[in-house]
């Protein structure tokens, strides 16, 4: 742990990355699985249900690669891009602030947030910036 942390820091992280990584497994075996809801869900927004397999297997991948921990980062990244998908789609359907967009930008905080936590070159690299800065001269 490094100083200034919180010892609650770590596990916190570690339960987020946990939910982020069982909703994508979920996710993603109701499409390998064939479920007639997520079909139904995809014609809901116009995608065709024939595209279940490939994004049960992106969202596997995503899952997996978020999960490991030398892989994490590029899983987050990943993580973003489908879902930012997912938020499209939803935008293009004029359903801004429905239950399923709000969903998916609440599992992206969550994937950073996670990572935030966990992982210390990520705080590094998004450093939250508390401390009150002095005149600069």
């Not at 995809?42 to 595209?51: E, F, R």
């Not at 892989?71 to 987050?76: E, H, V």
């Not at 399923?100 to 935030?116: D, P």
Request: glycine residues 10%; contains cysteine; aromatic residues 6%.
């Amino acid at each position: 742990m490094h100083a200034g942390h919180s010892p609650f820091q770590r596990p916190a992280g570690l339960a987020l990355r946990a939910i982020v990584t069982v909703i994508l497994v979920v996710y993603s075996a109701a499409c390998l699985s064939g479920s007639d809801r997520v079909a139904n869900d995809l014609k809901l927004v116009a995608i065709s249900p024939s595209l279940m397999v490939p994004l049960g297997l992106t969202m596997l991948v995503c899952a997996i690669t978020y999960a490991l921990p030398p892989t994490a980062f590029i899983g987050a990244i990943l993580v973003t891009g489908v879902l930012g998908g997912a938020i499209l789609t939803h935008l293009r359907l004029l359903e801004f602030g429905s239950l399923a967009e709000i969903a998916c930008v609440l599992l992206g905080i969550f994937a950073w947030a996670g990572l935030w936590l966990t992982d210390f070159r990520v705080r590094a690299l998004m450093p939250l910036r508390t401390e009150k800065r002095g005149a600069e001269g």
